[in-house]
């Protein structure tokens, strides 16, 4: 038996000479042997900045060059991203506006009759105009309601 030092952990161990002459006997165990034959390196996460292993294939298909350690980091950066104008089915803006009065802390209930049954609410426009989409102009209203203001039936 030859006394020799792992390549990969640097511990003694014992070969035979005929593992030598083949080109073995390089590592103590199959562990170190695994270890060694990895390829790629370690990277931080975009989103939390934890080290996760990516191999050359992971590192060079990257097209926007970050790197995560799952799904769900990938889906915090990507939804912070593609929001609003940046997002490929903006379609300008006109109907973003439960997204303005959500904003907004604007509670959801009837202004006239003061119901708040998010299931039969829906936001008024109050010069009738769907694409001016200012605070001033948008008021949550019950369906009838709704209704009557539309039919000239005010209050």
């Given at each position: 038996?030859?006394?020799?030092?792992?390549q990969e952990c640097k511990k003694e161990f014992n070969t035979k000479p005929s593992?030598?002459?083949?080109?073995?006997?390089?590592?103590?165990?199959?562990?170190?042997?695994?270890?060694?034959?990895?390829?790629g390196k370690f990277v931080l996460c975009y989103t939390c900045e934890k080290p996760?292993?990516?191999?050359?294939?992971?590192?060079?298909?990257?097209?926007?060059?970050?790197?995560?350690?799952?799904?769900?980091?990938?889906?915090?950066?990507?939804?912070?991203?593609?929001?609003?104008?940046?997002?490929?089915?903006?379609?300008?803006?006109?109907?973003?506006?439960?997204?303005?009065?959500?904003?907004?802390?604007?509670?959801?209930?009837?202004?006239?009759?003061?119901?708040?049954?998010?299931?039969?609410?829906?936001?008024?426009?109050?010069?009738?105009?769907?694409?001016?989409?200012?605070?001033?102009?948008?008021?949550?209203?019950?369906?009838?309601?709704?209704?009557?203001?539309?039919?000239?039936?005010?209050?």
């Amino acid at each position: 038996m030859v006394r020799r030092e792992c390549q990969e952990c640097k511990k003694e161990f014992n070969t035979k000479p005929s593992q030598l002459k083949l080109g073995f006997g390089k590592y103590c165990s199959m562990g170190c042997s695994r270890q060694a034959q990895k390829t790629g390196k370690f990277v931080l996460c975009y989103t939390c900045e934890k080290p996760t292993w990516k191999t050359p294939k992971d590192l060079k298909k990257s097209k926007s060059g970050y790197f995560f350690c799952g799904k769900s980091c990938q889906t915090l950066w990507r939804n912070k991203k593609y929001t609003g104008k940046n997002h490929p089915n903006w379609q300008g803006g006109e109907f973003s506006y439960h997204r303005i009065m959500k904003e907004h802390n604007i509670s959801a209930e009837c202004k006239e009759c003061g119901m708040s049954n998010k299931k039969v609410l829906v936001i008024h426009h109050v010069d009738h105009n769907r694409k001016n989409n200012t605070i001033a102009n948008l008021m949550w209203l019950c369906r009838n309601c709704h209704y009557l203001i539309h039919n000239g039936k005010t209050f």
